[in-house]
């Protein structure tokens, strides 16, 4: 069977798109399942109340970093960052009891 007709021109052109559609396909549900089991993990009966954007970002930084939460040597200006955001958290928080 002759891909090209007489003419040159392709037979069948839909077909090479449909193959690389295919192609494209995932063959199992693995990755899928992972995510969902990373959400159950991190999404517990003592974080009910998550918003959904900081779930997306635990999910985010869990399948983003390749390093163990212990092997991270946080700067000294991102551990004074925090303090400051800490702290400022606690003052407007603490005026309000």
């Keep these: 069977m002759a891909l090209k007709t007489a003419l040159g021109v392709p037979r069948f052109p839909q077909l090479l ?3 690389i559609a295919l192609l494209c396909l995932p063959h199992s549900n693995a990755d899928s399942e992972r995510a969902f089991s990373m959400v159950r993990k991190i999404h517990t009966d003592f974080r009910q109340s998550m918003l959904p954007e900081t779930l997306s ?26 303090k400051g955001a800490t702290w400022e958290y606690n003052k407007q928080h603490s005026s309000k009891k």
């Excluded at 930084?61 to 551990?79: A, G, L, R, T």
């Design 17 to 19: 798109k449909v193959f």
């Design 57 to 82: 970002s635990f999910m985010q930084v869990k399948m983003n970093c390749d390093n163990h939460c212990f092997q991270v040597k946080p700067s000294k200006e991102m551990i004074d960052s925090a």
